[in-house]
C-alpha cells in the first residue's frame, strides 16, 4: 500500500474508532480511486476524500413503542445523510437487530457512488434502527413505524431526504411510515420509494433490485460470449432481491437451486421456479424469518445453520446481507467450478472474498449490481414529481438500459492492460467521478 494511502486511511480509522464495516467500505473504495485521485492535484487541495468519508450529517433518535402486551419498549433510530453534492439525500431503512451507526454509515457511503452510478440526480443517505421485526404483530409494526416516524419526518422532504425500503421495511412498512408523514406534515409528495401502486409508487419496483442484478450478470457474461441458459445459480436470502432475482434468472433460462435465511438454506435440485418462486413471498410475510418450511412443502433438502456457498454452481449471487461470503465460502465455489460472484446484496463478500474472487473469477460489487433498486427509486421520484405514472414496459426498458449503462462504466473505467474488467475499480471511480465533479462545483460547503 502507498504510504499517502496508508496515512490517509490511519486517519479514518482512527476518526472512526471500532466501526470496521464503514473502514470496510471505505478501504474498498480509496484502494480502488487512489491513483486516479493523486492524477488531479486541484481535488487533493480541496480535501476532496477527507470531506467525501464525513457524512454531512447524523441523526440519531430515541424510538419508544408500546408493544401488544402494553409494554413500553425502546429502540434507536438512525438517519445517515451522507452526501447531497449531485441529488437529496437517498436511500434505504434497515429494521435490523444488527442495525448500529457503523452499518449505517458503510451503507450510506456505498450508497453515494451507487446512486451516482445510475446517472440519475440522487445523494446518498441510509437509515433504520434495530428494532427486529421477526415475531412481531401487524399493528405492532404500525405502531413501531409511526413511533420512528414521528422523530424522522422533520429530517427528510421530498426535495431533502426521500427513503425507501431495505432489509426488514417492505410495502406494509413504507406504507405506515409513509401515512405518518402525511398526517404530521399534512402534505402528500413522494417522500418515500417503494410506495403501494395505490399511492404513488412505481411499477417493477419491488422486482427491481432483484431483476437489475440479472441484467447486469447478463451484461458480464455477454461480454464473455455466454449467456444465462442452463446455468445454475446459488442466491442467498429469500426477501425481495433473492425473489426478484429468481424471477428473472428463471426467465431468462437458468436454474436457482439455493435459498437460504438465518436458519440454514434450502437446495432444490430440480430449480425454484414458478409458485415456489412466489412460496418466498408467503415466508417473508409470516414474519418468522425462516426457510426450512420450503424443504416440507416442495421436498427439497435443507441444511441447518449452512450457508449454500458449499454447492456446486455456476454462478453465486449473495442477495442477503453484508459480509455473508468470506473468504473459505469462495474458496469452496471456485474450487466446486463456480465462475462468476456478483453481490445483490451491499458489500455481500468479505474484503478477502471480493479479492479473492475477482483475481481468480469474475466479481461484481454491490453497488454496481443492485443498482437497479434505486435506479428505479429514481424513476419512481421522477413519476410523483411529474404526477404521471409510466408502464411497466416503459420502466424495465429504462432499467435494462440503466443497467447496461453502468456495465459499460464499470468497463470503461475498470479495464485492465489483459482485457479483464475489474469490476471493484470500475464501479468506484465511475461512482466518484460524478461526486467529486459536483463537490468540486459547489465549493467547500
Ligand atoms: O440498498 C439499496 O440500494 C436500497 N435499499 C434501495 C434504496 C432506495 O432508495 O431505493
Known sequence: MDSKMKAFMDGVRQHNPGEDEFLQAVQEVVESIWDFYQQNPAWQKASLLERMVEPERVVMFRVPWVDDRGDVKVNRGYRVEFNSAIGPYKGGIRFHSSVNLSGLKFLGFEQTFKNSLTSLPMGGGKGGSDFNPRGKSDMEIMRFCQAFMAELFRHI???????????????????????????????????????????????????????????????????????????????????????????KATELGAKVVTISGPDGYIYDAEGISGAKINYMLELRASNMDVVAPYAEKFGAQFFPGKKPWEQAVDIAIPCAIQNELNENDARMLIDKGCKLIAEASNMGCTAEAATLAAAEITFAPGKAVNAGGVAVSGLEMSQNNMRIDWTREEIDAKLQQIMTNIHQTCARYGKEPSGKINYIKGANIGGFVKVAEAMMAQGVV
Do not use: C, H
Open 157 to 247: 422532504g421530498p426535495n431533502t431526504d426521500v427513503p425507501a425500503g431495505d432489509i426488514g421495511v417492505g410495502g406494509r412498512e413504507i406504507g405506515y411510515m409513509f401515512g405518518m408523514y402525511k398526517k404530521l406534515r399534512n402534505e402528500f409528495t413522494g417522500v418515500f420509494t417503494g410506495k403501494g401502486r395505490e399511492y404513488g409508487g412505481s411499477q417493477v419496483r419491488p422486482e427491481a433490485t432483484g431483476f437489475g442484478a440479472i441484467y447486469f450478470v447478463r451484461e458480464m457474461l455477454a461480454l464473455k460470449q455466454d449467456d444465462l441458459k442452463g446455468k445454475t445459480i446459488a442466491l442467498s436470502g429469500f426477501g425481495n432481491v433473492a425473489w426478484g432475482a429468481a424471477l
